[in-house]
């Protein structure tokens, strides 16, 4: 489709520039760079010095240019390869940086500190949009579920007759309850008190001996554990009920005591229940723990109560040494330990194995946990009307992707993380003050600004280069604070949505042609690309002018292996391409995919017989 649409309008008698676009930067470059380094840890790498790996990264991507040219002519298509733009050169990389500045200056580009999906095997935050581009993202995952028992205590509880009651918390993520802060009911959620039932509950109390509050709704899913035969004799052991909002402020027991020092880590206003609309009782016990480090309403509902957000992991999602029993342990391998000592302090009731679509790493495969971190954003929320808008005037292919797949996400669009704590990418263009005495930020956007500020003008905006450059912070009268630049690369998303103005080095060349040719014709690209590629560069466009970066989309879809799985290397399910170009030739393989149900949106399964049969 790449070539056949713009072969098309060049035989019309239009002027079709065809130039190749190199994506350079990013993770899986730095990927394939350490593996032929034979190294796996950022540790690794730091050891060995960022200028070194990123020497290595860039080589391993231009490694393959003669590759994919060699493919690409002899798949028939029409491309000028001499004129391309590649995301790694000095010129692109100015229009990066430029965005960004345009986006800071506009009120647009923000740091916070907020809970994203984050990759522990690769130390670095990805953003939501990066979860819903394939469907392997999502894999089915075994996990054991608890549900823990917290005693009410307290003025609150007294006068409610709460005092000692055991409130029920169910959680898929044993390994955060260390930093249980909360506990979270539902304000119109009908909660009840149930005795201890005649064959005694399952944290070891005796019949009659303790009583546990729970969502009425799903006391049938606990009638064992709080030791009843049968759902219906555990719903007669309620003895009161109450509404979610009654609840409110009901201080309770820690779990443990890693951060229940007030004056160290804040947490005087921790340890009692919140109320929120986000739960519900469609599983678990109908209350939710809370661990505000590792849960985007967690933090929601913590912070509006003014209970701090504190992290037990580090950067691999190793636990630090404030969790003594699992300190350095991965946060999954430390789940047994934990389950365990919940189980020996009696404060288990239930323990469940529990299958259930979990998201992973697109890149690395790991699976992901959901960690706050400090990042940049792009406020995405401030300009969602205006993109849906815009959307209203691109023609889509198939047409329902329109108001469906493409629509559907923007209006859900969120804050777009763009911070990567990695290395071989466009940088972040921030310079902070080195002392907190003395605060100051600058955000540059062009590189005759960096020459202005420092003195000298970059040759290469690549760490370390980049981060080499350092000056006096202006507004410190003693002279002795630096401004130096923060160390994160922008997400190699921004990269490629600046790619219609960056192509040409707008603005710094060619105003008058980008202006001309803005928005693009036409784009094309596989349906996934409605959370990636579509999306960021309607994103920025939409940020920066106010208009969409193409007027037509063909959103193909997925090209799959004879097996019926996405095409993969390691798999091994597809054809071997150069093969098929010596037996069948290009044009079998041109009109194989051409003719096919991919280009309207369908997927394709490739098969030697389906490409032998186009020969024919």
């Known amino acids: 489709a790449k070539d056949v649409f713009p072969r098309y309008n060049t035989m019309r008698g239009k002027q079709v520039k065809r130039v190749f676009g190199w994506d350079t930067h990013g993770l899986p ?37 003669r590759e994919w040219r060699d493919y690409v002519e002899r798949q028939g298509r029409w491309v000028d390869f001499e004129n391309g733009y590649r995301t790694l050169d000095l010129d692109y990389m100015e229009s990066v940086i430029w965005a960004f500045k345009q986006l800071h200056d506009k009120g647009l580009a923000y740091e916070g500190f907020r809970v994203l999906p984050y990759c522990w095997h690769d130390q670095t935050p990805l953003s939501n949009h990066e979860l819903r581009m394939d469907d392997d993202v999502y894999q089915q995952r075994q996990d054991n579920t608890v549900t823990v028992t917290f ?20 959680t898929t993520t ?70 979610g909002g009654e609840l409110a402020n009901i201080e309770y027991e820690p779990l443990w005591d890693f951060f229940a020092d007030a004056d160290v880590w804040g947490t005087g206003r921790a340890f009692r229940i919140l109320v929120d609309d986000y739960v519900t009782t469609s599983d678990g016990s109908g209350i939710v723990h809370q661990a505000p480090a590792y849960g985007e309403d967690d933090q929601r509902v913590c912070e509006a109560a003014g209970i701090p957000t504190i992290l037990s992991v580090d950067a691999g999602g190793r636990f630090l040494d ?6 350095g342990q991965q946060v999954f391998d430390a789940n047994r330990e934990l389950v365990r000592l919940l189980r020996a302090d009696g404060r288990l009731l239930q323990q469940k194995s529990y299958v259930h679509s979990y998201p992973h790493c697109w890149r690395c495969k ?159 690209e596989y349906i996934g690309q409605t959370r990636g590629w579509f999306y960021v560069m309607h994103a920025l466009s939409t940020a920066l002018f106010h208009r969409p970066a193409y007027k037509r989309v063909v959103s193909h879809g997925i090209v799959l292996g004879s097996d ?53």
């Open 151 to 170: 005693a009410m205590r307290g003025g609150i509880a007294e006068e409610l007759d709460l005092a000692g009651v055991r409130a029920l918390a169910w």
């Open 366 to 524: 790991n699976p992901l946990i959901y960690k706050a971190v400090s990042s940049w954003f792009v406020r995405v929320s401030e300009f969602r009307d205006e993109m849906i808008e815009l959307n209203e005037q691109i023609e889509w292919v198939p047409e329902n992707v329109k108001h469906g797949q493409f629509g559907k996400w923007l209006e859900g669009a969120r804050d777009w993380s763009i911070s990567r704590n990695r290395y071989w990418g466009s940088p972040i263009p921030v310079w902070k003050s080195d002392d907190p005495n003395h605060p100051r930020i600058d955000v540059y956007g062009s590189l005759d600004e960096l020459e202005r500020d420092f003195g000298v003008r970059p040759t290469d905006l690549h760490r370390p280069a980049i981060d080499e450059l350092v000056r006096p912070n202006p507004d410190d009268p003693t002279g002795r604070s630096m401004m130096r630049r923060i160390p994160d690369v922008l997400d190699v998303w921004f990269d490629s949505g600046s790619m219609p103005f960056a192509q040409v080095h707008y603005p710094f060349e060619q105003q008058e042609w980008f202006d001309s040719h803005s928005p693009a014709d036409f784009i094309v």
């Open 174 to 243: 044993p390994w955060t309850l260390p930093t249980n802060l909360a506990l979270a009911v539902g304000p119109h959620v009908e909660y009840s008190v149930v005795v201890a039932g005649p064959n005694g509950a399952a944290d070891g109390a005796g019949p009659g001996e303790a009583r546990y509050l729970l969502a009425t709704e799903r006391i049938p899913a606990y009638a064992k554990e709080l030791g009843y035969d049968d759902a219906e004799a555990a719903a007669a052991g309620a003895t009161r009920a109450f509404a």
């Open 564 to 616: 019926g799985r996405k095409m993969s290397k390691s798999l091994q399910n597809y054809p071997d391409v150069n093969e098929v170009f010596d037996r069948d030739g290009s044009d079998a393989m041109r009109w194989f995919l051409s003719s096919s149900a991919v280009l309207r949106g369908g997927n394709l399964i490739v098969t030697e017989e389906g490409i032998r049969e186009s020969t024919r």
């Open 322 to 327: 404030a969790v003594a029993p699992v300190a």
């Open 29 to 65: 470059a730095e990927l394939e760079a350490m593996k032929q380094l034979g190294i796996t840890t950022k540790g690794e790498i730091e050891a060995m010095g960022i200028g070194e790996f990123n020497a290595a990264a860039k080589e391993s991507v231009l490694r393959y240019t």
